[in-house]
Nanobody, 120 residues
Framework: QVHLVESGGGLVQPGGSLRLSCAAS????????MRWYRQAPGNQRELVAA???????NYADSVKGRFTISRDNGKNTVYLQMSSLKPEDTAVYYC??????????????WGQGTQVTVSS
């Protein structure tokens, strides 16, 4: 069994910063792509940032230059450093990993989500 647990969300003023973390645990052999999605009320879930195991990254246009995704493969953890936050960044943020487990099963897992609210 594999679990993803996010942390680091909260309330921040416009222009502020937050760092999200997502730790994967369980019967993990290796993790390929690690991603962050977000979903605001009334909107579809959208991809914010993604990082391959080799370090290739891509970002949504709306966050380029403000958000940075990184990962620590030894800790099975992905991070999202968010800076210059705007009210429109308010959403529930979810991590999403492609994981090989010890039973040689390949599956995409989701975290439970962490709320980020940008407001004065």
């Amino acid at each position: 069994q594999v679990h993803l647990v996010e942390s680091g969300g909260g309330l921040v003023q416009p222009g502020g910063s937050l760092r999200l973390s997502c730790a994967a645990s369980g019967s993990i052999s290796s993790i390929n792509a690690m991603r962050w999605y977000r979903q605001a009320p009334g909107n579809q879930r959208e991809l914010v940032a993604a990082m391959s195991r080799g370090g290739s990254v891509n970002y949504a246009d709306s966050v380029k230059g403000r958000f940075t995704i990184s990962r620590d493969n030894g800790k099975n953890t992905v991070y999202l450093q968010m800076s210059s936050l705007k009210p429109e960044d308010t959403a529930v943020y979810y991590c999403n990993d492609d994981i090989w487990d010890y039973m040689h099963t390949y599956k995409t897992y989701w975290g439970q989500g962490t709320q980020v609210t940008v407001s004065s």
